[in-house]
């Protein structure tokens, strides 16, 4: 990323006649050299100079946000605006300020996130930031670094107060894009892991909740991968029998199932397929193969018809996936 | 089975011109890889290297001038020694000595020394220079309290990928002392998500490179320590079977793999995620004919590959990766167009050819 416009050189600049530039060294023939813009060879010839010379200043400030800007991944940069702030007793929330707007054209930069996490640990205004995040995640709602730094937030500070509405928010990024994985493992982290409150012992209660919450979304997406894998880490988590699910899933495999004859009565516990509905959902399929597999015994000879229609015909790109599963089957 | 007789013969040309553009220079828009420069160099020499072109494409002085580059990044700091990515912060001037820090900051970084010392090794450097011990202290002081490594001394900038290139480097020495392994390993086993892969720190979502990184790490442990580890550090029945549906979960319609659950195919991740195939033992996963016909599409027009097809431009990075990725392919016997899609064999832990693997941990042992 360079700059556009046309800054003033530091070179040019009065104020920096007492600093010492020192040109980049990069032997007799560099390798992988990169061909600097003016700017970026100036700010960093005097940042060189001042990493020798040790000062921290306010035009320190100035200067290594300058080469921040037009090179976001120099992590020394970085790391020396650090220093330099904790020495002068920068006001913190002004760096934030300043933090979110270079944020916000940076998303993908790690550094970027890195030196957020450093302020705040010394701020420790956790709130705010997850008002932030909202944002941020409105602009790129799968951005991995902002997810992360939303998830160091919660874990890090962790206080009740803090984890109050999560749910809620999570809900509504799922609600506005129901394949977002990044919602979806967040959802698992707020309920299932680094989110579990004093309080909250009722594990039982819970997995019943999401187990509901999954179905009721699978029916609405049945071919969404990031619905079933939740729905599975929950019955792991909670130790739940895959095969209590089989009345649910048998609709979404295209089977008709043992449970077919009470399918008069409309089942609130079991949303049904959709109209219309893409089926045989590849992700039912493989569900129902485990269960059978789990079951066993002649029980085995209908999972390996799943894993051959799965094979041959809905989701040939892991023929040899579904091959091995039957292959592998009763062997364990 | 058949791969589409529309596939293209893999741009070897086209490659090696790009990586060797990179090595010539590289444009003032990718200023962005001032501090990782080092790693686009291993990337470009590991291009050559995996099509077999180093000696063809290159001439003895230019990869020379390489290794020479390469050295004059070596750096023995008050933390140890070790690689930087460039010197973009080396405050000597002219004459003054480069090869000691020439300021706080100027400090050794893992990863880069991680690439360094693979590049170097394909160049067929004997890695005299490196100093085992001092190599080791810089290492040992970038182990975090949480069992984590940072990138350079006294940071707190630590991940996955850190560990990874820190482990990839013990096992190259063929020493791990002074490394506090059951907490290393402990952090990594807090990345693990419930999809089966790894996120980039504790508590993330399963990410393609981040669960390579957590399972090559893991799988690189030595058998004497591997066996005294509670919890184990190896992948129980039950979380292999996670992690290998989970990996193969990756492979999307395009025929490459995702990074992500839902995300669309990128090139990078067809090595990540099948060589975490491999370490598992399930690399016979793979449908290798969908792989290729992905990456022939992913060719860029000028050279180099690019992320995805009708990407408008070809980087080192996924370029190199690709062809990891095809390399293990043709380990496995995949079904290749033509003979140009043919690679050289790669050790899918140390990420790097097996023979250059090979050279690198003879070396290494041997250091002093
Ligand atoms: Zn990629």
Redesign the interface.
């Known amino acids: 990323m360079t700059t556009t416009t046309t800054t003033d050189l530091y070179s040019d600049d009065p104020q920096w006649v007492d600093v010492t530039p020192i040109p980049q060294y990069d032997g007799i023939n560099p390798v992988a050299p990169i061909l600097y813009t003016d700017e970026y060879k100036d700010a960093t010839d005097y940042f060189r100079g001042v990493l020798k010379s040790g000062e921290k200043s306010e035009r320190v400030l100035e200067l290594t946000e300058r080469v921040i800007r037009m090179n976001p991944a120099h992590y020394t940069a970085w790391q020396y605006r650090y220093q330099t702030i904790l020495a002068l007793g920068t006001p913190l929330d002004e760096e934030i300020t300043l933090m979110n707007d270079i944020a916000m054209d940076h998303l993908k930069t790690y550094q970027v996130w890195h030196h957020r996490r450093l302020i705040l640990t010394q701020t420790k205004q956790a709130a705010q930031e997850l008002a932030f995040l909202v944002k941020v995640l409105g602009l790129d709602n799968k951005n991995y670094h902002t997810w992360a730094y939303r998830q160091w937030i919660l874990s890090h500070f962790s206080d009740d107060d803090l984890w109050r509405h999560e749910l809620e928010f999570v809900d509504s990024m799922l609600r506005d894009d129901i394949r977002n994985n990044s919602a979806w493992h967040h959802r698992f982290f707020v309920l299932f892991e680094a989110g579990v409150r004093a309080g909250d012992e009722d594990r039982e209660a819970l997995a019943r909740q999401e187990i509901l919450y999954s179905k009721e979304r699978i029916s609405l997406a049945p071919n969404n991968a990031s619905a079933w894998n939740y729905l599975r880490g929950v019955l792991d988590r909670s130790g739940t029998e895959y095969s209590s699910l089989a009345g649910f899933v048998e609709p979404y495999a295209g089977l008709p199932g043992p449970t077919a004859s009470d399918a008069d009565t409309i089942d609130t516990e079991n949303p049904a397929p959709q109209p219309g509905a893409r089926l045989p959902s590849v992700a039912a399929l493989e569900f129902m193969a485990d269960v059978y597999e789990k079951q066993g015994g002649e029980r085995l000879a209908d999972a390996r018809k799943l894993w051959t229609s799965l094979a041959r015909e809905h989701d040939t790109i892991r023929q040899k996936y579904w091959e091995y599963r039957s292959t592998a089957a009763g062997k364990l | 089975m058949f791969s589409s007789p529309s596939t293209p013969q893999l741009q070897r040309p086209g490659h090696v011109r790009h990586c060797k553009y990179?090595?010539?220079?590289?444009?003032?828009?990718?200023?962005?890889?001032?501090?990782?420069?080092l790693a686009?160099?291993f990337y470009?020499i590991g291009t050559l290297d995996l099509l077999g072109l180093l000696d063809s494409g290159s001439k003895p002085h230019e990869r020379e001038?390489?290794r020479?580059?390469?050295w004059?990044q070596y750096v023995v700091s008050e933390h140890g020694a070790g690689f930087r990515p460039?010197?973009?912060?080396?405050?000597?001037?002219?004459g003054e000595d480069?090869s000691r820090s020439?300021?706080?900051?100027?400090t050794p970084h893992i990863i880069m020394t991680y690439t360094a010392v693979i590049s170097l090794s394909i160049l067929q450097d004997d890695l005299k220079r490196l100093d085992k011990k001092q190599l080791l202290s810089f290492l040992r002081s970038c182990q975090r309290e949480d069992g984590s490594f940072s990138?350079?001394p006294g940071?707190?900038?630590s991940d996955l990928r850190t560990t990874y290139c820190a482990f990839a480097i013990f096992k190259m020495l063929d020493d791990w002392s002074g490394i506090d392994i059951p907490r290393a390993v402990s952090y990594i086993q807090r990345c693990r998500?419930?999809?089966g892969g790894y996120?980039?720190?504790?508590?993330?979502?399963?990410?393609g490179g981040t669960t390579y990184t957590a399972l090559a790490s893991l799988y690189m442990i030595p058998e004497a320590v591997q066996s005294s580890l509670r919890p184990q550090a190896r992948l129980t029945?039950v979380e292999r079977a996670q992690s290998?549906r989970?990996l193969?979960?990756q492979?999307?319609?395009a025929?490459g793999f995702s990074g992500?659950?839902?995300?669309e195919a990128d090139a990078c991740y067809c090595f990540w995620c099948s060589a975490s195939l491999d370490i598992l033992g399930?690399g016979?996963?793979?449908?290798e004919s969908?792989v290729i016909g992905f990456m022939g599409q992913c060719q860029f027009k000028f050279g180099g590959i690019a992320k995805a097809p009708g990407e408008d431009a070809a980087d080192p990075y996924h370029t190199y990766l690709s062809l990891a990725a095809l390399s293990l392919g043709t380990a496995r016997g995949a079904t290749l167009p033509d003979e140009s899609w043919k690679l050289e064999p790669l050790n899918p832990l140390l990420n790097a050819r097996t023979s250059v693997a090979e050279w690198a941990q003879a070396k290494m042992s041997n250091a002093q």
Not at chain 2, 24 to 29: A, D, I, K, V
Not at chain 2, 87 to 93: R, S
């Open positions: 990179c090595l010539f220079g590289l444009p003032g828009t990718q200023v962005g890889l001032d501090a990782s420069r686009i160099v470009c001038e390489w020479r580059w390469i004059e460039g010197p973009f912060v080396v405050t000597a001037v002219d480069k020439t300021n706080a900051h100027d990138t350079i940071s707190t900038d998500s419930y999809e996120g980039q720190y504790p508590w993330n979502e399963a990410q029945d290998v989970w193969v979960q492979q999307t319609e025929g992500r659950t839902g995300k399930a016979h996963l793979v449908d969908a």
